[in-house]
């Protein structure tokens, strides 16, 4: 190791990993060159704690705002003991199906999302239900968005978001996934999607009387 | 200070090649002590030359002490260690206690470590046994056989039985229970 | 005194409405500034001056400086061949020169220059450190033996321990500032030195404190890595009729990113040897086996580090650790005496 | 200093005035612009950073408690325990780790870190604290408590 006094505490950042990425393997001639910085396997341990992991989120009936949390903790590294303000060790999460979110309440009739041109007389309201029809995508993100703090991070952050509205994602990203992050909340069953046979099966604590007219 | 150490050498504590790894060699290679032979400010001075030079020189061995007298200018000393480095020390009307525990100073510290600013209190060169922390440390081996994405990895983990699960498993175990009467008696 | 300067001040105020305010303080004086500046302007003008000579200061006695450094080693020079040893060809030339300039024909100086004891001791110093670093290391192979000797005895190095064991002021050589040259072969001929006014394991001693506990804050991998780490660690399975290599996949994100990664752990009879990340399969795969190698080799971060309070015997039969091509468990047994 | 009358001694100028600005120049050698040159502005400038210097005095201590915090947070959600139950049941065993040394375990010595949380989780669950009564833990646990 060449400096080992620098590597105490917090592991050194990816940014240093990369600079050195000369490594070992790529410079098999010239030794010296090695001797003077870290060993490879040093290197290679540094990749490791480093690594970026792409994690699947389902978004089927779960509150976009509750999930903003939760994707906003992975995407900053806020999951990761080695977190720090300054070493970006943020993930990538891609979020499936956000056409299926289900909003708390009254929000899709009475969220508004706010935007102005900058132009005289070009503001505009849209309501969340007309987002949504607009772009199934944008609830989702704008949820992800507001919930950081604004500061100069935030939109390189965002980057690492990909959110697609159903469940066909592109195979080079769906490769790159190896973590998959729980639902919130039980996703329901509709009730038309449960079979008459089981609905018949189902433990009944009174029966209806024969001449009993359901309306 | 915001900035005092703006201009500062920075580092961690480091001994200087190793030392005490091997065998303990005083970093004080050698010491000049200046002063004046009239002044009242170099009288502490002159107290330990008179009174403690010879004590310190002969338990410091490897520190070489050079006495230099000048005149009508502040008392000093001057340590020059191993690492190259000089340090002056003026000691205007110091008494001859106060040179003596400043000279122990000197003597004991591996450089001028006014000079430096500690990034850490410490140093360590294996700062891991165990390895430090991947995201793969305690990560399910499992996970290695899944195909993305899987169903079952969304659900959530919950340990405790749901009243609606706790109701079928009562309504189950009352038809088997019928059942097996039914059996016996028929 | 500021307070009486107050004082007046107001009363003068009181009189005349238009008076300057200035706290009286003693500081530094008002012609250090000006002078300073003058002093560095000339500085300024004469340019980069050459590094004094220490030896030329007015406090400065050699005897007491060979004494000090004789004291402070806590070693037990002959103070002659100490003096012998700090004397280079160099000086002794350029004194002769001197003498001939002032009209002696043939200068007969007394001095005797270190140039047989520099060859001695670098012998001396590099046998020892062989020896040394086999003793310490038994499970590393020659081949890392043989690295680890030329890092240690690199000019770079000695040079750096020359320096701070104080041997820059008390040299005693034509060249100055001291080239690193110099400072190697002062380093060696204070071996050989020693050697005559000891003896050899003595002198051990002192190559052990002082060059090779410099190897205590390195990362050995660092200084040495087997060049072909995958086909060494299979040929050493091999020997010892264990499995072969069997490399598994343990954890890979973001596959087609430029951030990839991969961890690869090696198995041999479905024993754990190593682990190791990269940013391709390929690259992981080498890291794992030579993570397992250092493993094997007893140089991992997590294995007993590097003692350095032994002794060595230089009179002893010499006995080469394994080469690469020959290093197993069953063969280290032979060789270390169980 | 001798002085002939009144008005000479008060006339005298006091300390040089380029060892006094120096002081300040020396603080703002690292400003951008006038105020790393201009005495009036820099003062202005080096009162201020002193002033900030004070404060910060305090606010790195509170940085740095909130930098564990969330680093712990992390580290403990990954062995399905919470800080405040984590904390809460290594104090019951009295294990006395404060959080800058629990911070270094778990990211340097990331295995003694998960035996600390597991020992946590045996102790909840003997406690009956209620966040860790259905987190599975390996057998053979022991804590303080079990013993007595």
Same mark, same amino acid.
């Given at each position: 190791?060449?400096?080992?006094?620098?590597?105490?505490?917090?592991?050194?950042?990816?940014?240093?990993?990369?600079?050195?990425?000369?490594?070992?393997?790529?410079?098999?001639?010239?030794?010296?060159?090695?001797?003077?910085?870290?060993?490879?396997?040093?290197?290679?341990?540094?990749?490791?704690?480093?690594?970026?992991?792409?994690?699947?989120?389902?978004?089927?009936?779960?509150?976009?705002?509750?999930?903003?949390?939760?994707?906003?903790?992975?995407?900053?590294?806020?999951?990761?003991?080695?977190?720090?303000?300054?070493?970006?060790?943020?993930?990538?999460?891609?979020?499936?199906?956000?056409?299926?979110?289900?909003?708390?309440?009254?929000?899709?009739?009475?969220?508004?999302?706010?935007?102005?041109?900058?132009?005289?007389?070009?503001?505009?309201?849209?309501?969340?239900?007309?987002?949504?029809?607009?772009?199934?995508?944008?609830?989702?993100?704008?949820?992800?968005?507001?919930?950081?703090?604004?500061?100069?991070?935030?939109?390189?952050?965002?980057?690492?978001?990909?959110?697609?509205?159903?469940?066909?994602?592109?195979?080079?990203?769906?490769?790159?996934?190896?973590?998959?992050?729980?639902?919130?909340?039980?996703?329901?069953?509709?009730?038309?999607?449960?079979?008459?046979?089981?609905?018949?099966?189902?433990?009944?604590?009174?029966?209806?009387?024969?001449?009993?007219?359901?309306? | 200070?915001?900035?005092?150490?703006?201009?500062?050498?920075?580092?961690?504590?480091?001994?200087?090649?190793?030392?005490?790894?091997?065998?303990?060699?005083?970093?004080?290679?050698?010491?000049?002590?200046?002063?004046?032979?009239?002044?009242?400010?170099?009288?502490?001075?002159?107290?330990?030359?008179?009174?403690?030079?010879?004590?310190?020189?002969?338990?410091?061995?490897?520190?070489?002490?050079?006495?230099?007298?000048?005149?009508?200018?502040?008392?000093?000393?001057?340590?020059?260690?191993?690492?190259?480095?000089?340090?002056?020390?003026?000691?205007?009307?110091?008494?001859?206690?106060?040179?003596?525990?400043?000279?122990?100073?000197?003597?004991?510290?591996?450089?001028?470590?006014?000079?430096?600013?500690?990034?850490?209190?410490?140093?360590?060169?294996?700062?891991?046994?165990?390895?430090?922390?991947?995201?793969?440390?305690?990560?399910?081996?499992?996970?290695?056989?899944?195909?993305?994405?899987?169903?079952?990895?969304?659900?959530?983990?919950?340990?405790?039985?749901?009243?609606?699960?706790?109701?079928?498993?009562?309504?189950?175990?009352?038809?088997?229970?019928?059942?097996?009467?039914?059996?016996?008696?028929? | 005194?500021?307070?009486?300067?107050?004082?007046?001040?107001?009363?003068?105020?009181?009189?005349?409405?238009?008076?300057?305010?200035?706290?009286?303080?003693?500081?530094?004086?008002?012609?250090?500034?000006?002078?300073?500046?003058?002093?560095?302007?000339?500085?300024?003008?004469?340019?980069?001056?050459?590094?004094?000579?220490?030896?030329?200061?007015?406090?400065?006695?050699?005897?007491?400086?060979?004494?000090?450094?004789?004291?402070?080693?806590?070693?037990?020079?002959?103070?002659?061949?100490?003096?012998?040893?700090?004397?280079?060809?160099?000086?002794?030339?350029?004194?002769?020169?001197?003498?001939?300039?002032?009209?002696?024909?043939?200068?007969?100086?007394?001095?005797?220059?270190?140039?047989?004891?520099?060859?001695?001791?670098?012998?001396?110093?590099?046998?020892?450190?062989?020896?040394?670093?086999?003793?310490?290391?038994?499970?590393?192979?020659?081949?890392?033996?043989?690295?680890?000797?030329?890092?240690?005895?690199?000019?770079?190095?000695?040079?750096?321990?020359?320096?701070?064991?104080?041997?820059?002021?008390?040299?005693?050589?034509?060249?100055?500032?001291?080239?690193?040259?110099?400072?190697?072969?002062?380093?060696?001929?204070?071996?050989?030195?020693?050697?005559?006014?000891?003896?050899?394991?003595?002198?051990?001693?002192?190559?052990?404190?002082?060059?090779?506990?410099?190897?205590?804050?390195?990362?050995?991998?660092?200084?040495?890595?087997?060049?072909?780490?995958?086909?060494?660690?299979?040929?050493?399975?091999?020997?010892?009729?264990?499995?072969?290599?069997?490399?598994?996949?343990?954890?890979?994100?973001?596959?087609?990113?430029?951030?990839?990664?991969?961890?690869?752990?090696?198995?041999?009879?479905?024993?754990?040897?190593?682990?190791?990340?990269?940013?391709?399969?390929?690259?992981?795969?080498?890291?794992?086996?030579?993570?397992?190698?250092?493993?094997?080799?007893?140089?991992?971060?997590?294995?007993?580090?590097?003692?350095?309070?032994?002794?060595?015997?230089?009179?002893?039969?010499?006995?080469?650790?394994?080469?690469?091509?020959?290093?197993?468990?069953?063969?280290?047994?032979?060789?270390?005496?169980? | 200093?001798?002085?002939?009358?009144?008005?000479?001694?008060?006339?005298?100028?006091?300390?040089?005035?380029?060892?006094?600005?120096?002081?300040?120049?020396?603080?703002?050698?690292?400003?951008?612009?006038?105020?790393?040159?201009?005495?009036?502005?820099?003062?202005?400038?080096?009162?201020?950073?002193?002033?900030?210097?004070?404060?910060?005095?305090?606010?790195? !201590?509170? #940085?740095? &408690? @909130?930098?564990?915090?969330?680093?712990? $947070?992390?580290?403990?959600?990954?062995?399905?325990?919470? =800080?405040?139950?984590?904390?809460?049941?290594?104090?019951?065993?009295?294990?006395?780790?404060?959080?800058?040394?629990?911070?270094?375990?778990?990211?340097?010595?990331?295995?003694?870190?998960?035996?600390?949380?597991?020992?946590?989780?045996?102790?909840? !669950?003997? #406690?009956? &604290? @209620?966040?860790?009564?259905?987190?599975? $833990?390996?057998?053979?646990?022991?804590?303080?408590?079990? =013993?007595?």
């Amino acid at each position: 190791m060449g400096n080992v006094s620098s590597k105490n505490f917090v592991p050194r950042s990816r940014k240093f990993v990369r600079r050195n990425q000369k490594s070992f393997f790529q410079h098999k001639h010239d030794r010296k060159y090695l001797t003077s910085i870290m060993s490879a396997v040093k290197r290679a341990q540094q990749w490791a704690t480093f690594a970026r992991t792409w994690h699947l989120f389902d978004a089927t009936w779960q509150n976009p705002f509750d999930s903003a949390q939760v994707i906003i903790k992975h995407l900053m590294g806020l999951h990761k003991p080695i977190y720090h303000p300054m070493n970006d060790c943020g993930d990538h999460v891609v979020v499936m199906n956000s056409r299926d979110i289900a909003l708390p309440g009254d929000e899709w009739r009475k969220r508004v999302y706010f935007h102005h041109t900058t132009y005289p007389g070009g503001a505009s309201w849209t309501l969340a239900w007309e987002l949504h029809n607009k772009n199934p995508t944008l609830v989702i993100k704008k949820a992800v968005y507001n919930g950081m703090d604004g500061n100069l991070q935030r939109r390189h952050t965002m980057q690492r978001l990909h959110v697609f509205p159903d469940d066909k994602i592109p195979e080079e990203i769906l490769k790159n996934i190896s973590n998959q992050i729980r639902y919130l909340r039980p996703v329901p069953t509709r009730l038309d999607h449960i079979s008459p046979e089981e609905v018949e099966n189902y433990p009944k604590i009174v029966d209806y009387p024969k001449q009993y007219i359901l309306r | 200070m915001s900035n005092s150490h703006l201009f500062m050498k920075t580092g961690f504590p480091r001994a200087a090649l190793n030392n005490g790894i091997g065998r303990y060699v005083c970093q004080l290679q050698r010491v000049t002590i200046k002063f004046c032979k009239n002044n009242g400010s170099s009288r502490g001075v002159r107290d330990f030359l008179e009174h403690d030079l010879v004590n310190f020189a002969k338990e410091n061995p490897g520190i070489v002490v050079y006495v230099k007298p000048r005149r009508h200018r502040t008392p000093a000393l001057s340590a020059e260690y191993l690492n190259g480095e000089k340090q002056l020390l003026f000691c205007r009307n110091y008494t001859r206690e106060e040179v003596n525990k400043w000279l122990g100073l000197l003597r004991s510290q591996v450089r001028d470590t006014s000079a430096i600013r500690l990034r850490k209190m410490w140093h360590t060169d294996n700062p891991s046994i165990q390895g430090p922390w991947t995201p793969w440390t305690f990560r399910d081996p499992a996970q290695n056989l899944v195909e993305f994405p899987d169903p079952k990895l969304f659900k959530m983990e919950t340990e405790q039985q749901t009243a609606t699960e706790k109701l079928l498993e009562i309504f189950k175990a009352q038809q088997e229970a019928e059942r097996k009467r039914a059996n016996e008696t028929g | 005194m500021s307070s009486l300067r107050t004082c007046a001040r107001a009363a003068i105020r009181i009189q005349k409405l238009t008076s300057v305010i200035y706290t009286g303080e003693r500081g530094i004086k008002r012609w250090v500034a000006p002078t300073l500046r003058v002093i560095n302007k000339r500085k300024a003008k004469l340019g980069p001056q050459p590094e004094p000579r220490r030896s030329n200061f007015l406090d400065w006695n050699y005897n007491a400086e060979i004494f000090a450094f004789n004291k402070r080693l806590s070693e037990n020079f002959d103070v002659e061949l100490l003096q012998q040893a700090f004397t280079h060809r160099s000086y002794v030339a350029q004194e002769e020169q001197k003498q001939r300039e002032v009209g002696i024909e043939n200068p007969e100086l007394s001095i005797k220059d270190n140039t047989d004891l520099i060859v001695e001791g670098k012998c001396l110093t590099s046998e020892i450190v062989e020896r040394y670093l086999r003793q310490a290391l038994p499970r590393l192979p020659e081949e890392g033996i043989l690295k680890l000797k030329d890092y240690l005895l690199s000019e770079e190095i000695v040079a750096k321990v020359s320096v701070q064991i104080g041997t820059k002021d008390i040299i005693l050589s034509e060249d100055h500032p001291v080239r690193q040259e110099t400072l190697v072969n002062t380093f060696f001929a204070l071996v050989a030195a020693l050697a005559r006014s000891n003896d050899v394991v003595h002198t051990s001693f002192f190559v052990r404190d002082f060059l090779i506990a410099t190897l205590s804050d390195k990362e050995i991998l660092s200084i040495w890595t087997p060049s072909h780490p995958f086909q060494t660690l299979d040929a050493i399975l091999n020997r010892e009729k264990r499995g072969s290599a069997d490399f598994r996949l343990t954890a890979q994100t973001g596959v087609n990113t430029i951030l990839a990664a991969y961890q690869v752990a090696v198995y041999s009879d479905q024993q754990f040897l190593g682990i190791g990340t990269g940013e391709t399969v390929q690259v992981a795969k080498n890291i794992a086996a030579l993570d397992a190698l250092q493993r094997m080799f007893g140089i991992a971060d997590f294995s007993r580090p590097i003692p350095f309070n032994l002794t060595v015997d230089v009179s002893s039969q010499r006995t080469e650790n394994l080469p690469l091509t020959k290093w197993c468990t069953e063969n280290l047994k032979h060789t270390v005496g169980g | 200093m001798v002085f002939q009358s009144l008005t000479l001694f008060a006339r005298s100028r006091g300390p040089d005035e380029f060892w006094r600005k120096r002081k300040i120049f020396k603080l703002a050698a690292h400003f951008v612009g006038r105020k790393r040159n201009c005495y009036s502005i820099a003062i202005r400038y080096v009162h201020r950073a002193l002033r900030y210097a004070t404060m910060s005095r305090k606010l790195k !201590k509170a #940085d740095m &408690l @909130n930098l564990w915090n969330t680093r712990l $947070t992390a580290a403990c959600a990954e062995h399905d325990i919470n =800080l405040r139950t984590f904390k809460e049941a290594l104090m019951r065993n009295n294990i006395l780790i404060d959080r800058k040394t629990l911070v270094d375990l778990a990211i340097w010595e990331p295995r003694s870190f998960k035996s600390l949380t597991q020992l946590a989780i045996a102790r909840g !669950k003997q #406690d009956g &604290l @209620n966040d860790v009564m259905y987190v599975k $833990t390996p057998p053979g646990v022991i804590t303080r408590g079990m =013993l007595k």
